[in-house]
Nanobody, 115 residues
Framework: QVQLVESGGGLVQAGGSLRLSCVASGRTFSTYAMGWFRQAPGKDREFVARISWNEISTYYADSVKGRFTISRDNAKNTVYLQMNSLKPEDTAVYYC????????WGQGTRVTVSS
């Protein structure tokens, strides 16, 4: 079993930045890829970014490419999402996830970007 706890959300003006964190506990964190997803009001949950267990590979949704950066610190069991140049359409609850089939999820952290 893996437990995930996100933090770092908040209210920010368009063009601003936030850094989200997700701390994992339970099974070995470093063996899984980690990902960030988001769900905007009235919309389905969507993929944002993922990073391989060894940090070699990263992948981003087109909507965030060039603005968001995913990273991880396996010694701290933590994955980060640095979000720059935020837009109102980035407003959502952000979730981190992991597992062979993305079966583990955190409770989410809310990001609100005002125009």
């Amino acid at each position: 079993q893996v437990q995930l706890v996100e933090s770092g959300g908040g209210l920010v003006q368009a063009g601003g930045s936030l850094r989200l964190s997700c701390v994992a506990s339970g099974r070995t964190f470093s063996t899984y890829a980690m990902g960030w997803f988001r769900q905007a009001p009235g919309k389905d949950r969507e993929f944002v970014a993922r990073i391989s267990w060894n940090e070699i590979s990263t992948y981003y949704a087109d909507s965030v490419k060039g603005r968001f950066t995913i990273s991880r610190d396996n010694a701290k069991n933590t994955v980060y999402l640095q979000m720059n140049s935020l837009k109102p359409e980035d407003t959502a609850v952000y979730y981190c996830s992991t597992g062979v089939h993305w079966e583990y999820w955190g409770q989410g952290t809310r990001v609100t970007v005002s125009s």
